[in-house]
């Protein structure tokens, strides 16, 4: 089965930029769908982007269109999540997710990605 690390997190002024990295291990990651995930204190994890098996099939949460770019280079087993613009409510814990598919039909429901990393730290001061 697939594991997935993230690595990247870290402090930034608002405003700044972060890239997060999302490496995997164990599986032919080509096959998988990718999403990425967060989570604030006190609040519930939620939905941020997700690639399918072609780097040109993504889906976005609307509090970060224009803000985030997700791609993929899959010789290299990785997924990238490119932060720009970065805001204060952006702070949270970031959790790459792989699921099994490469479709991007309900890419949202975390339910759906049994592969988790640990998560990576991200705050953004204001």
């Known amino acids: 089965q697939v594991q997935v690390v993230e690595s990247g997190g870290g402090l930034v002024q608002a405003g700044g930029s972060l890239r997060l990295s999302c490496t995997a291990s164990g599986g032919t990651f080509t096959n998988y769908r990718v999403g990425w995930f967060r989570q604030a204190p006190g609040k519930e994890r939620e939905f941020v982007t997700a690639v399918g098996r072609s780097a040109y099939l993504t889906a976005y949460a609307d509090f970060v269109k224009g803000r985030f770019t997700i791609s993929r280079d899959n010789a290299k087993n990785t997924v990238y999540l490119q932060m720009n613009n970065l805001k204060a409510e952006d702070t949270a814990v970031y959790y790459c997710?792989?699921?099994?598919?490469?479709?991007?039909?309900?890419?949202?429901?975390?339910?759906?990605?049994?592969?988790w990393g640990q998560g990576t730290q991200v705050t953004v001061s204001s």
């Open positions: 997710a792989a699921a099994p598919t490469t479709n991007l039909r309900t890419p949202r429901i975390s339910d759906e990605y049994p592969y």
